[in-house]
Nanobody
Framework: QVQLVESGGGLVQPGGSLRLSCAAS????????MGWYRQAPGKQRELVAV???????NYANSVKGRFTISRDNAKNTVYLEMNSLKPEDTAVYYC???????????????WGQGTQVTVSS
């Protein structure tokens, strides 16, 4: 079993900052990528940012220059530093981890429970 535990969501004013964390634990053999997705009411879930095992990162155009994803491989933890937050960033943010649970296992996606981020004055 693999568990992803997220923390760091909340209410923040426009222009403010938040830091999300997600720790993966359990039967983990190797992690290919860790990332963050978000889903606003009435919208599809979308990729926010992802970081691969070698350190390569990808960001949604809407967050480039404002959000930074980082990873602590020793702790199997991924972070999302969010600055200059806008009301349109309001959503439930989900942690995603693409990993293998064994040497012969296929890569599989695991998801956190989601954390609410609300940007409002």
């Amino acid at each position: 079993q693999v568990q992803l535990v997220e923390s760091g969501g909340g209410l923040v004013q426009p222009g403010g900052s938040l830091r999300l964390s997600c720790a993966a634990s359990g039967s983990i053999f190797s992690i290919n990528a860790m990332g963050w997705y978000r889903q606003a009411p009435g919208k599809q879930r979308e990729l926010v940012a992802v970081i691969f095992s070698g350190g390569t990162t990808n960001y949604a155009n809407s967050v480039k220059g404002r959000f930074t994803i980082s990873r602590d491989n020793a702790k199997n933890t991924v972070y999302l530093e969010m600055n200059s937050l806008k009301p349109e960033d309001t959503a439930v943010y989900y942690c995603n981890c693409n990993l293998r649970t064994g040497v012969t296992a296929r890569r599989k996606d695991y998801w956190g429970q989601g954390t609410q981020v609300t940007v409002s004055s």
